[in-house]
């Protein structure tokens, strides 16, 4: 059971944005002007929302060379970020890894729309910058209201993601490397 339990909040801490959420925290700050933001702070809010977003379209392998690689996942299979080893030569028939099977998926889609719910829940709603930036006129009852949905969306996206496990690796959570390297690594 307890194996089931942390099986499951693996699952749940692999698909929860946190060093998107980290990166979010760090740079906030900057682009909202610790708050007090004008229009070019809510556009580069609203970018750096964006890219945020599409690190949920991420994915990652282990290269020819033993290397985490990381790309982006799209209809006809991952875009490498940094390809030095050839392994996208493979879907044209002469490397090493086929990145076709990585391709976009309607599940990616489903779990992307969750994280991005969460990810905008604690940045759009429960950051005092990005909320005095947007939203400067909240009044108490509304500022209840906002504090309270960020753990609601959570908690639904934390069961979806429970139930539906994504076998994406995305940036920060790697995919796991062949026991074989493991055992040669410990020699």
Known sequence: MADVTFKGIGDVLKLLPTATVIVYEVLNP??????A?????????????????LSTFTD????ADG????GLVTP????????DDGSNAAAAGGGTRD???????FADFVHATFAVAVFAGVS?????????????SLKE????????????VGAAAGVLFVVWPSTRHGIGYPPPRPETTALASQQ
């Open 37 to 53: 933001c004008h229009v070019g702070h809510k556009i580069a809010t609203g970018i750096l929302l964006g890219l945020c977003a």
């Open 60 to 63: 990652s392998y282990v290269g």
């Open 30 to 35: 900057i682009v909202t002007n610790t708050g």
């Open 124 to 136: 759009l709603l429960a950051d005092a910058n990005t909320v005095t930036c947007f939203y400067p």
């Open 76 to 83: 006809r299979g991952l875009l490498p970020f940094n390809d």
């Open 99 to 105: 990145l076709s099977r990585y391709k976009l998926r």
């Open 141 to 152: 009852q509304q500022k209840i209201v906002v504090m309270a949905l960020p753990p609601l």
């Open 67 to 70: 290397k985490v690689k990381y």
